[in-house]
């Protein structure tokens, strides 16, 4: 089953304007990391929220993380044109402690800022 | 700052044939992850390496190898190409063996294999 989807799939709305994007993941975690791609270009890493915390705010970007529902949302403040990307967030984690924990990335939700 | 370095960035290679693509993470971060991303679809993982040594392994077709060297880059090797290989390799590397709970993995900008 797949770790970490995300809802919605696409969201069009309009420079200015707050964007909302959530995530759903199916196991238990050490963190929830969201990630921002240009199409075709790598990805960036904009946050990342661990476990035990519940809300994490970085400039215009606000996440929270509700473990009882394991889901997490990424909210952008007083978007721009350039916020047009795609989402990802990732789960990583605990796998018992192990080294070299994975990251599995959720399908993404794409959005589009209208000027 | 340094970042994730992957090469080469574009690579065209006929089917059956071979492809090696390099990664070479930021210094001093101990864990590398490879992950594929096919046209419109989510990165899906492929292998990770922490130390040195395989740590977890993914959809990883048998035909791809990787290993990471002592330098701590890695190298993702992939035989007998297939067309459906087509899509962006991503290496990432985070500092995980040193920080366990602060395990951001930072994105090289990707190889674009295109299998002909």
Redesign the interface.
Known sequence: SQQGEEDPQALSIQEGENATMNCSYKTSI??L?W?RQNS??????LI?I?SNEREKHSGRLRVTLDTSKKSSSLLITASRAADTASY?C?T??P?G????????????TRLMVKP | AAGVIQSPRHLIKEKRETATLKCYPIPRHDTVYWYQQGPGQDPQFLISFYEKMQSDKGSIPDRFSAQQFSDYHSELNMSSLELGDSALYFCASSSFGFDKENTEAFFGQGTRLTVV
Do not use: E, K
């Not at chain 1, 075709?40 to 890493?45: A, D, N, Q, S, T």
């Not at chain 1, 402690?97 to 993404?108: E, K």
């Open positions: 050490n963190n990391q990630y075709g270009r790598g990805l960036v890493h990342l661990r990802f990732a990583d984690g796998h402690g192990n080294a070299g924990n994975m990251l599995t990335f959720g399908g993404g």
